[in-house]
């Protein structure tokens, strides 16, 4: 699982950001719900509330006030991928 958090997490932050650029709430909440999946399959319970959030901000189609929801979730899939380095070496 921690082969395809490296590989999928940077792609799917990377499409996150940019639905919350475009104000796409649909886009947001599926991006989201996507990583969510994600992390918790990798034991990343915090960075799956993170994004628990950013998705109920995207089903709600309500972006005013997504960025720290956003900014928060990137700083937990950096503890995430800093947990999970110990199984990649």
Not at 28 to 33: E, P, S
Not at 34 to 62: D, F, H, P, S, T
Not at 66 to 89: F, H, M, N, T
């Amino acid at each position: 699982m921690a082969g395809f958090f490296f590989e999928d997490a940077p792609v799917l932050f990377a499409d996150l950001r940019r639905a919350v650029d475009g104000k796409n709430s649909g886009a947001v909440r599926m991006t989201a719900h996507a990583l969510k999946g994600l992390v918790a399959g990798c034991g990343g319970v915090r960075a799956a509330n993170a994004a628990q959030k950013v998705e109920n901000a995207g089903q709600e189609a309500n972006l005013t006030n997504i960025s720290p929801l956003v900014d928060s979730l990137g700083e937990e899939l950096d503890r995430l991928k800093q947990a999970l380095l110990v199984y990649c070496a």
